[in-house]
């Protein structure tokens, strides 16, 4: 670019400045949470308010973890998290394999009405997700399976699909077609050059895809809270939300629950994060 | 690329007879994919929309649905919550998608002067996407609480009163918190565009005199179209359909100041049971959806697929 130096240290500068604030103001909320985490139950409702603790203490990790100071334990660490990682883990993984197939044979067979099939499966996107919490409520109760982790994986796979088919078509696009066509020719089935050659050469669109569904579904909060009413088989957001009635004021069991709760998605993100942005970067999602 | 293919072509098992593309292939591979979106996407949703000419009536052994035709619409287009509702979503929705592009094509820019060192920020502004909603709620309505709030505390002297309890400040609340929770996206998803834009194009651009602004005018914002177009799509349902955030921030308060037709739905159709009432307005949300796609198409993504 036919920039003067001064202009390039001066744009530098500036971007620093810029990207630097906001990253402070997006942490900001997250590590007041961690500072909360780690108060007596007295500081947190201390005005003027804190934002490092006074002292550091583990009351409400132990509060979350144990029960103490007249709580009792929540259901949330020994059920409600594995249980949001059952969910999450499972849907994620399923979504991923049902969605290769259709977006493999999306991108590489031609056939009369692929394009309107496409399109009509994007458009579910537009269905409000509370639109169909009610009568899945309903079909949930008359089949027995409320409370189930089957039921719920299934409607998270079935929420993930579209989006996930679209990003894994438009990664398969990407890949040459003349590629598994030698495969093709060496008398590989579909099936195999899908699983051997197409699915390692997209790896990284399909980790991007998973990782998107895994926050999503990890997150996710309305469908498990109308189709999971056992306590034990509640997800762990759920199982936050009902601190209001349970721990009231006491914010540092919260945030300390907050905390746990953010941590496996993080170490997740943290891991997939460079396979995460290149895929992205290199166009997962176009029109 | 062809060592890739050769390890991977190597380790495949052995075939035993040559095969030949069949033509009803496509249909098994598409199949769970359709079934379970059928079952699980389709299904409910028409059933939704038969309920939303219903309305339950108790009966000896528990209740049924009574068909009534089109009252649920009535009613609610004359209900005065209702309409308050929309203006609302329009409000929220509106403001989240303007300040979300806005700031997302502003950071985006930035990140993609490939300045050294900036992908950590990148990192760090990807942190509250992969909060949930309930956590992220959690942790705003504290920050804004009256007498412990950090910020609330903070921001007293200046504006001297209560955000959270007031009209507009409890809604500023709720569209910060999900700007907050999607910018990330937004601003990934126009680098990835951005960084198609050629630089030559750009340089030439350049030499012709052109300045930052009439670069981005008429020679990058061409060519991120179908990306700008994706991203208003995207983020006006998110707007419209999402109400996690406002469940666990304001639960519609004060005084239904925060209640969009999203969180109206979910109040009346879940938690006061009125499933009739509670499909029509999601048929409704539905159908502003599908109206706000096709003036989209029309006038945005002209020339996109």
Redesign the interface.
């Given at each position: 670019m036919v920039t003067s130096r001064a202009t390039r240290i001066f744009d530098a500068i500036s971007t620093h400045v810029v990207l630097g604030l906001f990253a402070l103001l997006f942490v900001f909320p997250v590590a007041y949470a961690l500072m909360t985490s780690f108060k007596t139950r007295g500081e947190v409702l201390t005005t003027p308010p804190t934002f490092f603790p006074s002292q550091v203490t583990l009351e409400g990790y132990q509060t979350l973890f144990f029960g103490s100071n007249g709580f009792s334990r929540p259901n949330l660490i020994p059920y409600q998290l594995p249980n949001t990682f059952i969910n999450s883990f499972f849907s994620s993984i399923l979504t991923i394999v049902i969605a290769a197939l259709a977006g493999y044979t999306f991108s590489r067979y031609k056939f009369r009405g692929s394009h309107a099939l496409q399109l009509a499966i994007l458009g579910l996107i537009m269905i409000p997700g509370l639109t169909n919490l009610v009568p899945l409520f309903r079909i949930a109760s008359d089949l027995h399976v409320t409370s189930t982790h089957e039921f719920i994986i299934a409607v998270y796979t079935a929420g993930g699909l579209p989006f996930t088919i679209w990003i894994v078509k438009t990664f398969f696009d990407t890949i040459p077609q003349e590629i598994e066509e030698a495969a093709l020719i060496d008398g590989c089935n579909p099936f195999q050059a899908l699983r051997y050659v197409l699915i390692p050469l997209a790896m990284p669109g399909l980790a991007a895809a998973f990782l998107l569904m895994f926050v999503d579904t990890w997150n996710e909060f309305l469908a498990a809270l109308v189709l999971l009413g056992n306590d034990r088989m509640k997800t762990a957001t759920v199982g936050l939300y009902d601190f209001q009635s349970s721990f009231e004021t006491a914010y540092h069991v919260w945030a300390a629950a907050c905390i746990i709760i953010m941590v496996p998605v993080l170490v997740i993100f943290l891991l997939l994060r460079k396979t995460f942005f290149e895929a992205m970067l290199q166009g997962a999602i176009k029109g | 690329?062809t060592t890739?293919?050769q390890v991977?072509?190597s380790?495949?098992?052995?075939?035993s007879?040559?095969?030949r593309?069949s033509?009803w292939?496509?249909l098994w591979?598409?199949l769970?994919?359709i079934v379970?979106?059928v079952?699980?996407?389709?299904?409910?949703?028409l059933?939704?929309f038969y309920?939303s000419t219903t309305t339950i009536k108790p009966t000896d052994t528990g209740v049924t649905d009574v068909e009534v035709g089109l009252d649920n619409y009535a009613t609610l287009l004359q209900s005065q919550t209702f309409r308050d509702s929309l203006w609302h979503t329009a409000v929220y929705a509106g403001s989240f998608l303007v300040i979300t592009v806005a700031l997302g094509l502003m950071?985006a820019l930035?990140?993609n002067?490939k300045?050294?060192?900036?992908g950590?920020?990148?990192?760090?502004?990807?942190?509250?996407?992969?909060?949930?909603?309930?956590?992220?709620g959690?942790?705003?309505r504290?920050?804004f609480q009256q007498?412990?709030?950090?910020v609330q505390?903070a921001l007293n002297p200046i504006i001297g009163s209560s955000l959270y309890t007031s009209a507009s400040g409890a809604m500023a609340i709720v569209v910060a918190a999900t700007v907050?929770r999607s910018?990330?996206f937004t601003t990934?998803?126009f680098?990835?565009?951005l960084?198609?834009v050629p630089?030559e194009v750009?340089?030439s651009a350049?030499?012709d005199g052109a300045n930052r602004f009439q670069r981005f005018r008429s020679v990058i914002f061409p060519l991120i179209r179908?990306?700008f177009?994706?991203v208003i799509l995207?983020t006006s349902?998110r707007g419209?359909?999402s109400?996690?955030l406002i469940?666990?921030i304001t639960k519609g308060n004060p005084g239904g100041a925060t209640q969009t037709a999203?969180f109206y739905?979910?109040r009346t159709?879940?938690e006061q049971g009125d499933?009739g009432t509670?499909?029509a307005v999601?048929?409704i949300?539905?159908l502003i959806?599908?109206v706000l796609?096709i003036l989209y198409v029309r006038y945005v993504?002209a020339g996109?697929?």
């Open positions: - | 690329m890739a293919v991977a072509a380790s495949l098992p052995q075939p007879r040559p095969r593309r033509n292939l496509p591979f598409l769970p994919a379970i979106l079952a699980l996407q389709v299904v409910p949703t059933y939704s309920l950071l930035l990140f002067r300045v050294r060192y900036t950590f920020y990148l990192v760090l502004i990807f942190l509250p996407w992969i909060i949930s909603d309930v956590v992220a959690t942790m705003w504290w920050m007498t412990y709030g950090i505390v907050w910018l990330a990934l998803l680098l990835s565009a960084q198609t630089t750009l340089e350049a030499i179908p990306t177009f994706i995207l349902i419209i359909n109400v996690g469940y666990s999203s739905l979910l159709g879940w499933f509670g499909a999601s048929v949300l539905f959806n599908i796609t993504g996109v697929e």
